[in-house]
């Protein structure tokens, strides 16, 4: 009998104290697992998030995108831009505050995002807008606009429907025209957030949703590059010293140093201590489980068995208990993910499509190797125990015993 | 193999445990051999160093003086690798409490030894049945330690301890948690043993036991006080 089926047969002997030990096992590697998942999670669903429309610069006149300040000169800059080598596309977005009015009930207060259809693209095709069309088709005139689900289902209006919105382009407080657009599709708007409401259209559907006072400043200028995205925003800072470019891993980066840092510490202290706790417990049922068979592990040394023998019987036994918890973990883990990730998403200002738990191999990876590590270091005390037995003592304690 | 036969040359060998009280002398200045087929019982007063002798002679607790040669080869020279392969390949234990593993059937304990001296699966499950026959417990040879009475296990331990064919086999007590019937037929079974060619060690309070050895050793205060011959 090998040292493995040897180490099985010990923790079918002791049933109720391996179950304790693969369940413990288990619901630590689960929280483990998901501490390593929201790690690096907010990082790659945002890198993601804005890898998906196919814009890899963001220009913008803040340190990050999304920080109120405004470009100045938007369109005569994302011209400029669309003209630099490394460009293939540019696309303006300028974003607005509407009160969608409804025949009863409150209006919806709702952002309105327009975007220019200017191209640098030899075929003069249309850029495609940052959102997704969920049902019907984008919305191309100046009067029409896409919608998201929130809007369509609290208004109840489908592609083909009108809405009647009054926008505010410039001040809050300025007299909101009222204005009748067609809905000409539903679409999902990858940063808008669980409490927010969205359309989108052209640049020109905001103007006229604004009364024409939509001036020349915009919140953002997507860019799309022929290659290098590095090189295209070089070029960008080049001609255009007083607004920020930065790449999409730029503004992972910059977000990383921000925001994110707090949940990368927060998951690294858990996996500490869900690690630590691991180790405990494994150690705890292993050298009881030692201290109880010492009589036998004695009377094995004296027929022969090598001190490396039985110091691999711990070991297996540790792997064991380890193996079957950490196996068992992983569709723990995903469940626990699933639902803490639902949780957390409900914080306000979060992108609905942004995840903060996502499956990674890395993580799986990293998830294996510090349960391997878990199996050994918790085996340490208990291989030591019975490394270091001495025979004849231990056989004439347990007869006096 | 030495060519005379002989097993265990132990010269003036002592043990002495460092206690917090000073230290104790549990083996006096022994001197000892055993050959082949040997039948050798080991009496004395509780205390008297019988079991820690055992124990030197089993290569499991060195000797604090003196030497101990086993087939000439100095016991305390041998790295513990050796020596636990000393122990497998050569000698037997056979302990009061048997210590059977509780979760594996009788024929497993037996084949444990075999396994860990690597013979193949086939080969050491033959050994094992064969064993169990020579022990009377062919029938039982699936049964758990908690489904044997104590002169069973007993007999099972035996057969362990004969799995790898041992030249020596040492029994601390064996008839200890028995009855006198049940321990009469362990004795009975441990003469079938020594007649077969296994030399045979026995440390006892038995008297019957004791008496089938042809070697007696008086043993008191760490020495042999006297050995009677038979």
Known sequence: MNAIGFAWRSLVRQPARATLGILGVAAVGALLFDMLLLSRGLIVSMQDLLDRG??????????????????????????????????????????????????SGRPIRASFQGVTTRSADPAGSRLRAPWTILRGRDAEGRNE????????????????????????????????????????????????????????????????????????????????????????????????????????TEVVGRLQQTGF????????????????????????????????????????????????????????????????????????????????????????????????????????????????????????????????????????????G | MSANGLIIDAKNVSRVFSMPAGPVTAVRDVTLQISNGDHIAVRGPSGCGKSTLLHMLGCVEPQTSGTLLFDGQDVSRLSDARRSLLRLKQIGFVFQRFFLLPMLTAQENVELPLSEAGVP????????????????????????????????????AIARALANGPRLLLADEPTGELDEATGAQIAALLDRVNQAGTALVIVTHDPALADRAARVLMMRDGQIESERTR
Not at chain 1, 65 to 86: F, K, N, V
Request: charged fraction near 20%.
């Open chain 2, 121 to 156: 699966r086939q080969a050491r499950q033959k050994r094992a049945i064969e064993l169990l026959e020579y022990v009377g417990l062919a029938a039982r040879a699936d049964h758990r330690p908690s489904q044997l009475s104590g002169g069973e296990m007993q007999r099972v």
């Open chain 1, 261 to 400: 840092t707090y949940f990368r510490q927060i998951s690294s202290v858990l996996t500490t201590v869900t690690v630590s706790f691991a180790v405990l417990l494994i150690t705890v049922l292993l050298t009881v489980s030692v201290n109880q068979r010492l009589g036998e592990i004695a009377a094995l040394r004296a027929l022969g068995f090598s001190r490396s023998r039985v110091v691999k019987d711990v070991l297996s036994e540790s792997a064991l208990i380890v193996g079957t918890g950490g196996l068992l973990s992983l569709p723990l883990g995903l469940l626990l993910a699933s639902g803490l990730d639902r949780i957390l998403k409900g914080m306000p200002g979060i992108p609905v499509a942004l995840h903060f738990f996502v499956f990674e191999t890395e993580a799986l990876a990293i998830h294996i190797a510090l349960l391997v590590a878990t199996a050994i270091i918790a085996a340490l005390y208990p291989m030591h125990v019975v490394s270091t037995l001495p025979i004849a003592a231990t056989l004439r304690d347990e007869v006096i």
């Open chain 1, 145 to 248: 606009v896409v919608i998201d689900e929130k809007i369509a289902s609290e208004s109840r209006i489908e592609p083909g429907g009108e809405i009647t919105l009054r926008a505010s382009c410039i001040a809050d407080l300025e007299a909101l025209p009222a204005t009748r657009l067609r809905v000409v599709g539903v679409a999902e708007f990858p940063f808008q957030t669980t409490n927010e409401s969205t359309i989108g259209g052209t640049f020109d559907a905001l103007e006229a949703a604004c009364g024409g006072n939509v001036g020349t400043e915009a919140d953002l200028i997507l860019v799309t590059s022929k290659g290098d995205a590095d090189v295209t925003a070089e070029a960008v800072r080049t001609l255009r010293p007083e607004i920020r470019a930065a790449t999409n």
């Open chain 1, 54 to 103: 196919g814009w890899d610069v963001r220009v913008s006149a803040g340190e990050l995108p999304g920080s109120g300040l405004r470009i100045s000169g938007a369109i005569e800059t994302a011209e400029a831009i669309s003209t630099l080598p490394s460009v293939q596309a540019a696309l303006v977005v300028r974003t607005a505050t509407t009160q969608i009015d409804r025949a």
